[in-house]
């Protein structure tokens, strides 16, 4: 298979692992995804090396391994509560009843953005609160990154902390400016540069 064949194989292959997963919590099955879930770990560390990758495979592999890491840290716990048996009410929710938590609200949001914008030249996503979706940020960041060094620039010297601050801060500017809800950042490469952009979300 090609890259982009295997690279869709990836992201078809999580969402079935998601889906077998939520069957194994609702008690619709007694082990489990385990071969799934080493097929998908596979993959990712196969193409882990991302500056092998164009810019547009870049970005989709980078919104799939945060995807991965999001919800394997949550499907860990979930098998642990699972196996060692229930110690508190909130447990056995989140469980055997699949309570969704912020965490995996706030994955299925990035999620959401990074599926019907990865198609876009470029890359495009929203904020209303950059503080409680700091996945969704460092989506941002990975891709400013990776535009950086497909334009041929040096990759900022900041770190993902101060990039989250000032993320939040301009977010937070602009709302305030426009009384929007959302603000939007676009990350492309004009002129053989890369470019950050912000404009409000009406």
């Not at 409680?132 to 060094?149: G, I, N, Q, S, W």
């Amino acid at each position: 298979m090609t890259v982009d064949e295997e690279l869709y194989f990836l992201e078809d292959s999580m969402r079935r692992l998601k889906v077998e997963y939520d069957v194994y919590f609702g008690g619709g099955s007694k082990k489990p995804p385990s071969d799934l879930e080493w097929r998908v770990q596979s993959l990712l560390k196969k193409y882990s090396d991302t500056q092998k990758l164009s810019f547009s495979q870049r970005f989709k592999y980078n919104s799939i391994a945060q995807r991965y890491a999001i919800f394997s840290e949550l499907w860990r716990q979930k098998v642990r509560i699972k196996e060692e048996g229930y110690r508190r009410p909130e447990d056995a929710l989140l469980s055997i009843q699949g309570l969704r938590t912020d965490e995996e609200r706030a994955a299925q949001r990035a999620l959401k953005q990074a599926s019907h914008k990865a198609a876009e030249p470029g890359f495009v996503i929203d904020f209303a609160d950059a503080s409680a979706t700091p996945e969704k940020v460092r989506l941002l960041f990975d891709a400013m990154l990776a535009a950086k060094r497909d334009a041929g620039e040096a990759a900022p010297k900041g770190r993902f902390e101060g990039f989250l601050a000032f993320i939040q801060l301009k977010t937070d500017q602009i709302r305030q400016e426009y009384g929007c809800a959302e603000v939007e950042y676009r990350v492309e490469i004009r002129e053989h540069r890369a470019r950050l952009t912000a404009r409000a979300k009406r």
